[in-house]
């Protein structure tokens, strides 16, 4: 029902900073809880950050908390996802996640419990 795109991926140098934009169709953005997650290769998708419709309530996963800050823009229908102090084991595509919520302000870190997803962007940090 909603389609996603990441975009702000690249190469940058350990301690460097990144933004990364998630773009959803449709006029109906703030019934969706919205999530990042990011996999590298051979590993299982991990959950980076979510937040709830209205921006009011955020989790951060335990290896980016305190460095990572995700927020979104409901009349724009875009969500974002600042990365400071990035590291080497930040190295990932990081995705763009959905899910519907009629109602409550629950935000899951489970991959299973997201409805809908971007086609992810690639975020290499060097050292």
């Keep these: 029902q909603v389609q996603l795109v990441e975009s702000g991926g690249g190469l940058v140098q350990a301690g460097g900073s990144l933004r990364?934009?998630?773009?959803?169709?449709?006029?109906?953005?703030?019934?969706?809880?919205?999530?990042?997650?990011?996999q590298a290769p051979g590993k299982e998708r991990e959950f980076v950050a979510g937040i709830s419709r209205s921006g009011g309530n955020t989790v951060y996963g335990n290896s980016v908390k305190g460095r990572f800050t995700i927020s979104r823009v409901n009349a724009l229908n875009t969500m974002y996802l600042r990365m400071n102090s990035l590291k080497?084991?930040?190295?990932?595509a990081y995705y763009c996640a959905a899910r519907k919520m009629p109602?409550?302000?629950?935000?899951?870190?489970e991959v299973a419990d997201y409805d809908d997803w971007g086609q992810g962007t690639q975020v290499t940090v060097s050292s």
């Design 103 to 109: 109602s409550g302000d629950y935000i899951s870190t």
């Design 88 to 92: 080497p084991e930040d190295t990932a």
């Design 20 to 38: 990364l934009s998630c773009a959803a169709s449709g006029r109906t953005f703030s019934v969706y809880t919205m999530g990042w997650f990011r």
